[in-house]
Nanobody, 115 residues
Framework: QVQLVESGGGLVQAGGSLRLSCAAS????????MGWYRQAPGKQRELVAG???????NYADSVKGRFTISRDNTKNTVYLQMNSLKPEDTAVYRC?????????WGQGTQVTVSS
C-alpha cells in the first residue's frame, strides 16, 4: 500500500504563486510516475503534470510555462510549483502515484485563485 499526503493548497490572488507537495509513504519501491490531476466543479478531471522516476516530465498545455513539477526521491515527495496563477486554475488538486498494481491517490487539496 502507498499513502499520499498533500499540502500547500489555499487561496491566492490572480498572478500569485503556490507550491503543492505530495509525500509518499508505505510501499514506495513500487512507485513509477507521480503527478497531479485537478478537477473544477462541473468539469472533467484534467492531468496537470506528471514526472517519471527518471525525471521526465509532461504538462497540460494550459499550464506549460507557469507550472513546474519536480521530485525528490530521497524524500519520496513530488512538488508542483504554480506561478502566474489564473482564476481558471481553481480546482481540487489530487496527487497520484502510478504502480503496476494500480494507482494510489491523495485526498486532494483545494486551490482557489481570486480575480
Amino acid at each position: 500500500q502507498v499513502q499520499l499526503v498533500e499540502s500547500g493548497g489555499g487561496l491566492v490572488q490572480a498572478g500569485g504563486s503556490l507550491r503543492l507537495s505530495c509525500a509518499a509513504s508505505g510501499s514506495i519501491f513500487s512507485i513509477d510516475a507521480m503527478g497531479w490531476y485537478r478537477q473544477a466543479p462541473g468539469k472533467q478531471r484534467e492531468l496537470v503534470a506528471g514526472i517519471t522516476s527518471g525525471g521526465r516530465t509532461n504538462y497540460a498545455d494550459s499550464v506549460k510555462g507557469r507550472f513546474t513539477i519536480s521530485r525528490d526521491n530521497t524524500k519520496n515527495t513530488v512538488y508542483l510549483q504554480m506561478n502566474s496563477l489564473k482564476p481558471e486554475d481553481t480546482a481540487v488538486y489530487r496527487c497520484y502515484a502510478e504502480r503496476l498494481v494500480g494507482n494510489a491517490w491523495g485526498q486532494g487539496t483545494q486551490v482557489t485563485v481570486s480575480s
